[in-house]
């Protein structure tokens, strides 16, 4: 499991190192790392004897961490040329930068262009503009060399010093032009904004330089699961067991009008492995259920009837009056329950972190919404991670936010991000699989939540396990999506074969290959 902090938290951190005089100790180191990864790309390019560098510099520390490393270049023989964006340059690096035999060109009205060429045609660009002291997106002349580089686009490999510059290092936000990296190397700890929003999209690869920032830092502001914590929060069937001990997730889902989402989130829950399915809904449903899943026990009947471990309600059930009762029943029984979709607007004023709301964006500003809190959607997609928090807080639930990251937040704050899935998950349809996936992980972990520790993991404390959950449901999710991927377009009744095989992989031990 990954940790991530704010940037103002390291920022924090780093202050009592600062006022015992270990700042340029501690830049060095930084730049040192960045300088031994600047390296490597080119290594693996063809060598770093001869390959042309630019160092984007700006006014502070981050453009001092770039020039620093940018001297160590230059010394290893590559041509290195410091393009400063700012009248204002970290002195020191930049002596040691011209000593090494770099090259400076100041921006100015009449260099841009000329320094965008250079830009966009180098081996390698270390962007140092910005890092966790810049305030809102590029502006001025580094915005303006962004913008024509972009238009231009780059021809080398591009290396974010600590952030990509202009992402909010606490939030993941950005505004107004930014340089996409292809890798970042962040320094003293996991910056949050490199996870999540825009940073994550803009960060590439990421590595974390340990500059001894230890136990200085606070705790985590985010979490992400890696591929190989998911073994641990899987309930694998035991010797002793039988359909009823693994879990039986009830799902009420599809209506005559949508009919499909109740058969895709069947078939996610199936592959994703579950004790039994039992499925509530109008007889048009349940026969195509059990047409395309004969494994699944269908009826018309009632929650209070129905004995299972967790429920997911909502997926394709919007217009229907008696599977919107059955969702109000399943959000009320006090099992787990996966709340999706049409099943959203049901909602009580509180419930408890067992229910597991499940909305994108839209739905997410609809719910708030209904609360008299009118949040627009596109400020939901600029920091899913605050506005997710926020649902979470004011529900009870535990709240995923669905995108190109997946957000999850438990009612007592401990946040995880997942950005396993693939652009190509954005299809109709793609949800209800997620909400599949989620119904079968819940329903298997509280079955055997005596017995086995699955849905906890070292340093996650227990009211955050169904967010601990969910976020190994997107996990899964995504790298299927991802696999499935690899052989076009994905679709989406094709994703449980996918979903199966991850779980294959995944289930490794130790896992041989983080599955794609
Ligand atoms: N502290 C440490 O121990 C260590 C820190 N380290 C490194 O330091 C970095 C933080 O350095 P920092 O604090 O100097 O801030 P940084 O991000 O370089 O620049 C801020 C300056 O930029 C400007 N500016 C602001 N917003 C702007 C905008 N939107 N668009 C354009 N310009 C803008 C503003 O100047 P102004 O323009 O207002 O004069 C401001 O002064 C950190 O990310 C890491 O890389 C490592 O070496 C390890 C040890
Ligand atoms: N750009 C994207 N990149 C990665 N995953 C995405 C992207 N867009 C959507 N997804 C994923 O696809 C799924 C879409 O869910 P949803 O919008 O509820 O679809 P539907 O209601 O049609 O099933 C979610 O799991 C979401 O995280
Ligand atoms: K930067």
Known sequence: ???????????????????????????????????????????????????????????????????????????????????????????????AFCAAGGRVVALSDSTLDSAAARVSAADLILDGILGTGGVGGLRGLAAALIERVNARGTVGTVVACDVPSGVNADTGEATGHLLSADLTI????????????????AAGRVATIDIGLGETLPEPDLYSLEPADFRHLYAQPQPADHKYSRGVLGIAAGSAMYPGAAVLATGAALATGVGMIRFLGPERVTALINTVHPEVVCSQGSVSDSHVQAWLVGPGATED??????????????????VDAGALPLLPDTVGAHVILTPHAGELAALFE?????????????????????????????????????????????????????????????????????????????????NNDAGSLPGVPPPARWAVL???????????????????????????????????????????????
Do not use: C
């Not at 060598?47 to 620093?68: P, Q």
């Not at 009056?321 to 996966?338: F, K, V, Y």
């Not at 954005?426 to 819940?442: E, F």
């Not at 190994?472 to 979903?499: D, E, F, M, Q, Y």
């Open 1 to 95: 499991m990954l940790s991530a902090y704010t940037g103002s938290s390291v920022r924090a951190a780093e202050s009592p190192l600062l006022e015992a005089g270990l700042g340029d100790e501690l830049m060095q180191r930084a730049a040192h790392g960045l300088a031994q990864a600047a390296a490597g790309e080119l290594s693996a390019t063809g060598g770093t004897y001869g390959r042309s560098v630019v160092v984007l510099a700006g006014s502070g520390n981050n453009g001092g961490d770039a020039l620093y490393a940018g001297a160590r270049l230059q010394q290893r023989g590559t041509g290195t040329t410091a393009v400063l964006t700012s009248e204002r340059v970290h002195a020191p690096a930049l002596a």
């Open 186 to 201: 962040t320094f003293g700890a996991l910056k949050s904004g490199l996870l999540i929003g825009a940073g994550a999209r």
């Open 321 to 338: 009056p008696g599977q919107r009762q059955r969702a109000r029943e399943a959000i009320s029984s006090g099992l787990p329950t996966i």
């Open 370 to 450: 209904r609360r008299g809190d009118a949040v627009d959607r596109t400020a939901i997609e600029a920091d899913p991670a605050g506005f997710a928090r926020r649902a979470a807080q004011a529900t009870g639930a535990t709240v995923l936010l669905k995108g190109y990251t997946t957000v999850v937040a438990a009612s007592t704050g401990e946040t995880f991000v997942q950005a396993n899935a693939t652009p190509w998950l954005a299809t109709a349809g793609s949800g209800d699989t997620l909400a599949g996936i989620l119904g079968a992980l819940v329903a298997t972990h509280a079955a055997n939540a005596t």
């Open 470 to 516: 969910a976020a190994a449901g997107a996990l899964l999710h995504g790298l299927a999506g991802r696999r499935a991927a690899k052989r076009g377009p994905i679709v989406v009744s094709g994703l449980p074969r996918h979903i199966g095989r991850v779980i294959h992989d995944l289930l490794q031990d130790p896992p041989s290959t983080q599955p794609q």
